[in-house]
């Protein structure tokens, strides 16, 4: 067992980077390409993930300087946001993640031979939004088998949910071929799509349909991407009174940020275009001529599109806001503002690139999502010190209040067993 558990945290030791590239390389040898293409494609693949990687990175730096100014304001954050790489690690550390991990394999491959599902989960690195509710249910339970059972349940969770979200993912991102197989962020789009018809019967708003793509085209250069990243640097400079260089060096950080994500974006699609296209025929050959095989993927391929792109730049303060808007703040939202623009890529699509509709929905889940992050935070606390991990305090992450199965069974404690 702790041979595979030490294998297995090696692999994950690697990071998404270099995993990836492994991972699509094997596949696409397992679905009969030439090792050189398979090679080619896994490459482009991790490629592209670095570069979109550190991309994410230069948005976390630019918006330091803000972040130091509004944590310097505030008083009474008594509890630590550790941020979800942490949590994440901790996830693995649970004494079922050996077992569980080639199960959830195993799994995926008798859902495909049955006929259950048309979706590969290739996504090992997002395992973790599996093994996170998995690891919570454990704390509280106290028991391995419903750990391993929360785990599995979430595996199928994410190929499912994946299944569903999987033709508008395809038809409005244009990711032919794949889809988003990232458990946390797929079980939210059913909630968007009853928000939008939602706003469907309100007066108003329902016949306000704002697309990024026209309005850039009727803004001219005003309303580019770069040009909105250099307006939020610039504001969010202001607002937090920085010096004349701090503010230029927001500005082009923003608009570098707002650019260079598509393109690593189609970076990625360049390696995952033939791996999915061999799945296809393989599956074809497998299982039978209608057979068509989805390559579930992360959520950050959805990050490409213009209004994800600038709902990004727009919740970034927002979040920082709901640091003194949602009742009995404790923590600092930190954590968050590292995964903010994951969280627009369901939105977005939900919404069919409404911008104003993207935006309202952006902004309650960023505040139920703090508020959750907040009011769970003891949960967090005992699921991070199961996996034997020591720290000081409370601490917390946004994961516990965006991961709906968290969010559960952080209810049912907190409400019924504490």
């Known amino acids: 067992m702790d041979v595979l558990l030490n294998f297995i945290q090696t692999l994950l030791n690697m990071g998404a980077v270099a995993l990836l590239p492994v991972m699509i390389t094997i596949i696409g040898v397992i679905f009969r390409m030439k090792f050189g293409e398979a090679l080619k494609a896994g490459l482009l693949v991790g490629i592209g993930f670095q570069g979109l ?36 690690a901790a996830s693995w550390s649970v004494p079922f993640a050996p077992i569980v991990v080639p199960l959830i394999f195993l799994l995926n491959i008798i859902m495909i031979r049955l006929k259950w599902t048309r979706v590969m989960n290739v996504d090992i690195w997002n395992f ?21 059972l929360i785990t599995l349940v979430m595996s199928v969770i994410a190929i499912k949910f994946g299944e569903i979200v999987s033709n ?92 260079l994500i598509p393109r690593m974006v189609a970076v990625m699609m360049e390696g995952i275009t033939p791996i999915g296209n061999a799945a296809n025929e393989f599956m074809k050959r497998w299982i039978g001529e209608d057979a068509q095989l989805l390559i579930g993927m ?59 509709r993207t935006i309202i929905s952006c902004c309650i889940m960023i505040y139920l999502v703090a508020w959750a992050t907040n009011v769970f935070a003891p949960e967090a606390t005992m699921m991070v010190q199961t996996t034997g991990i020591e720290v000081q305090g409370t601490v917390t992450d946004s994961f516990f209040g965006y991961n709906l199965m968290n969010v559960l069974l952080e209810f049912i404690h907190h409400f019924f067993m504490a």
């Open 298 to 356: 992360d959520v950050c391929l959805g990050l490409g599109d213009p209004t994800c792109i600038v709902a990004t730049a727009l919740m970034i303060p927002f979040t920082i806001l709901c640091a003194w808007i949602v009742p009995n703040m404790n923590y600092f939202p930190v954590g968050i503002l590292s995964v903010v623009c994951y969280t627009t890529v369901m939105p977005t699509l939900a919404h069919k690139g409404n911008f104003v």
């Open 168 to 259: 508008d993912w395809q038809e409005y991102y244009g990711l032919d071929g794949t889809t988003c197989s990232t458990a946390s962020f797929v079980l939210m789009y059913p909630i968007f799509r009853a928000l939008d018809k939602l706003y469907d019967h309100i007066p108003g708003l329902n016949k306000v349909n704002v697309d990024v793509d026209h309005l850039s085209q009727r803004l001219g250069v005003f309303g580019e991407t770069s040009f909105i990243g250099v307006i939020v640097g610039v504001i969010l400079g202001l607002l937090t009174k920085q010096p004349i260089t701090s503010i230029f060096i927001m500005a082009i950080g923003f608009a570098s940020v707002l650019v």
């Open 53 to 88: 990687s550190l991309v994410i990175s230069l948005l976390f730096t630019t918006i330091q300087p803000a972040i130091d100014y509004y944590q310097a304001m505030g008083g009474g954050f008594t509890v630590t946001d550790m941020g979800w790489a942490a949590v994440g």
């Open 128 to 148: 973790i939004h599996m093994l996170i509710p998995g690891a919570l249910a454990y704390a509280i339970f106290r028991s391995l088998w419903v750990g391993i």
